[in-house]
Nanobody
């Protein structure tokens, strides 16, 4: 059974930093891609960042490029999202997702992912 468990969310002031973690288990992810998405109240879920597990190629939404960094630790089966220079508009529930086999055409789309975590709340105060 595939499990994705996010942690690291919380309340932070604007310009602050947080690091989210996503611990993955239940399958071999070496040929997969992992992504972070977020959903703010009243808004649609949006892509934040993704990484291919084997090569480590990264992808970012324009809104977070230069501020957020996605990375992975193969030994720990964990993906991270380092978030710096946080803004109030970054406030959302952040979800980790796994794409079974890398599919670049859908790597930025939520419906391209097969497994999801339960989410972790990030709140940025002004």
């Amino acid at each position: 059974q595939v499990r994705l468990v996010e942690s690291g969310g919380g309340l932070v002031q604007a310009a602050g930093s947080l690091r989210l973690s996503c611990a993955a288990s239940g399958r071999t992810f070496s040929r997969d891609a992992m992504g972070w998405f977020r959903q703010a109240p009243g808004k649609e879920r949006e892509f934040v960042a993704a990484i291919t597990w084997s090569v480590g190629t990264t992808y970012y939404a324009d809104s977070v490029k230069g501020r957020f960094t996605i990375s992975r630790d193969n030994a720990k089966n964990t993906v991270y999202l380092q978030m710096n220079s946080l803004k109030p508009e970054d406030t959302a529930v952040y979800y980790c997702a796994a794409q079974s086999g890398v599919r670049l055409a859908t790597i930025r789309r939520g419906n391209g992912y097969d497994y999801w975590g339960q989410g972790t709340q990030v709140t940025v105060s002004s």
